[in-house]
């Protein structure tokens, strides 16, 4: 079982920036790939990005690369989301998952874990 807790999130003007946190309990945090999600209102979950066990290998949507950052710090078992440069359409709740395979994947349905969400919005 792992039990994730996300922060950060909050309100700002669009150009700004919010690391988002999520902290990880239970399963040795160190074997399994984390991702980022993020759902708009009216509009389906979707991918952001992910990294692999080992922080080795990211993945990002097109909509944010170059803008965002995905890293993890597995001594503290927690997953970061660096967001510059944000834009409206970046408005959503953000929700943290974990995969029990190492390798990083964009693809929902691996993903075993989910936190209950930070909420991001961002002014124009």
């Known amino acids: 079982q792992v039990q994730l807790v996300e922060s950060g999130g909050g309100l700002v003007q669009a150009g700004g920036s919010l690391r988002l946190s999520c902290e990880a309990s239970?399963?040795?945090?160190?074997?399994?790939?984390m991702g980022w999600f993020r759902q708009a209102p009216g509009k389906e979950r979707e991918f952001v990005a992910a990294?692999?066990?080992?922080?080795?290998?990211?993945y990002y949507t097109d909509s944010v690369k170059g803008r965002f950052t995905i890293s993890r710090d597995n001594a503290k078992n927690t997953v970061y989301l660096q967001m510059n440069s944000l834009k409206p359409e970046d408005t959503a709740v953000y929700y943290c998952?974990?995969?029990?395979?190492?390798?990083?994947?964009?693809?929902?349905?691996?993903?075993?874990?989910w936190g209950q969400g930070t909420q991001v919005t961002v002014s124009s």
């Open positions: 239970g399963r040795v945090f160190s074997t399994y790939a």
């Open positions: 998952a974990a995969s029990l395979l190492p390798k990083a994947t964009m693809n929902m349905d691996e993903y075993r874990y």
């Open positions: 990294i692999r066990w080992s922080g080795g290998s990211t």
